[in-house]
């Protein structure tokens, strides 16, 4: 994507952005909600028309042969939308169909999906019978019964608990490992850290920042700050004093960070140390929280 | 790695595997709601055919040289066709659309809007092609006589069908919600259903109400399923069936435009 603009009415929801997903990686779209990181997703699929900029998806060019390139793509929705009286088999072959997975390969496929999902015990069982977890997964495998050169995760994980979040991020991972390219979007900051090899931190429709995580870290936040908890009265005195020394802060609900201690020599506040983060990051760039 | 040209079969519109694809979706959801659309598309045109021939049967024994039962069992054919094609095609266009999301889905794969829309329709034309053809049965049962000509009513109730569930996505397309329904439903298909020859002839009507009933694709849909029924089919028929093809291409756009306006921004 070169340039993209996507605006509706007076919004603009992406505004002049540029990515470039590497074929073989993870690349995360790091956003608070309304950043611009489903439509970005909805123009990859040519399902919103960019009203400026390029766009190119596998050697396609969007949106006139966008129909070839979602041949080679899987998405996963944000939205559960699988057909919920049908079984977990019946809404993997349908999926065949609608991907044109020659029919001698079709049950292959499914087999490959389910075992992918770690539903073949459930393959009989209708998809209102399953759990949140599972019809992730099966959401997930869905998207890959065509063995998809690329793959679109709008928000994967969103809503669920944190030990379905884990099994969701293990299964994406072994996606990774398996050469697929990734394109994933996320508001989930330890997600994009664990999963992306690049992260893209978007803002108001554009990428204020990119590049690894680790990188991203080090070269916006350091490597420490320092955790300095305290009543309203005495943290806002905190950031005062931080500030006139050099240093960045950011107030963190019952604490203020103050950020790239490391640099300094000692420190005149107490607190407690802790490697710096993503959220960081997003930060000292955007001004605003993330989720 | 190869070049888009070397490994792409070029990909045009309207084509055989994105139908199929839409198609094969809904074959197999049918497979886990058949029984109720069944049960309740034969046992409707039942109650029909008991209530209006014994009802109406008891004041008048024929019409236009019919008897009534025979009558009204070929223009509920027609109504049959309409309820198992408009209605299925705004509610279940929209609920694809709005809460399961399906359209998502589908548009996400290698599928047009124009492909899916025709999908949809093609698909609900076959099944009210079918439907059609109960309450037909269920007058033969009541004492209507087999003929050959029966054997074209599932094609007409397919060309029929084929317009009225895009006549129904249309609708479902241009509504931001279920409540704009009720208006299409009072004041465009209650009168389209009673002007069109189905329980009643239309002879007493005023003549301007005539004129307008010639354009009521229903009406139409009515006259020839009578026609194939009684063996009566002339050179008029074919007006009449390019009519319903006519009514069928044209909302057929409307609804590829209407949807294409919903679900791509």
Known sequence: MRGVVKRYGSITAVAGLDLEVPMGTCVGLLGPNGAGKSTTMRLLTAQSIADEGELEVLGFTLPAESKQARARCGVVPQLDNLDTTLTVAQNLLVFTHLYRVPRPERRDAIERALELAKLGDRRDDRVDKLSGGMRRRLLIARALVHRPQLVLLDEPTVGLDPQVRQELWALIDALRSEGTTLLMSTHYIEEAERLADTVLIMSHGTAVAAGPPSELVREHAGSEALEVYGPPARLAEVEAEAVSAGLRTRRTGTSVSVLGIDRRNGTPFEGERRPANLEDVFVLLTGEEIA | ?265
């Open chain 2, 1 to 265: 790695m190869a070049t888009p040209e070397a490994r792409a079969p070029r990909i045009g519109r309207l084509e055989r595997s994105a139908l199929t694809g839409v198609l094969v979706r809904e074959v197999v959801n049918f497979s886990s709601y058949w029984k109720s659309t069944t049960f309740s598309s034969t046992v409707e045109p039942t109650i029909y055919l008991i209530a209006f021939g014994f009802g109406f049967g008891s004041l008048v024994s024929t019409i236009g040289g019919y008897d009534y039962v025979d009558f009204v069992g070929t223009g509920t054919v027609a109504t049959a066709v309409l309820f198992s094609s408009a209605f299925p095609a705004m509610f279940g266009t929209f609920v694809k659309y709005q809460f399961q999301r399906t359209y998502d889905a589908i548009l996400a794969a290698p599928v047009d809007t124009e492909e899916l829309v025709t999908a949809e329709a093609l698909w609900i034309a076959t099944r009210a092609g079918v439907y059609g053809c109960v309450p037909m049965l269920v007058a033969i049962a009541f004492g209507l006589d087999p003929a050959w000509g029966m054997l074209l009513v599932p094609f007409i109730g397919w060309i029929a069908g084929f317009g009225w569930a895009n006549f129904g996505i249309s609708i479902a397309g241009y509504s931001k919600s279920f409540e704009n329904f009720n208006y299409v439903i009072s004041a465009v298909l209650t009168p389209l259903f009673l002007l069109a020859g189905s329980f009643f002839p239309l002879d007493g009507f005023p003549e301007w109400a005539q004129v307008l009933a010639a354009f009521n694709p229903l009406y139409q849909c009515v006259q020839l399923i009578r026609a194939a029924v009684f063996g009566l089919l002339g050179w008029d028929d074919l007006f009449r069936v390019a009519v319903l093809v006519a009514f069928g291409l044209l909302v057929w756009r409307v609804a590829i435009r209407a949807m294409t306006k919903k679900l791509i921004d």
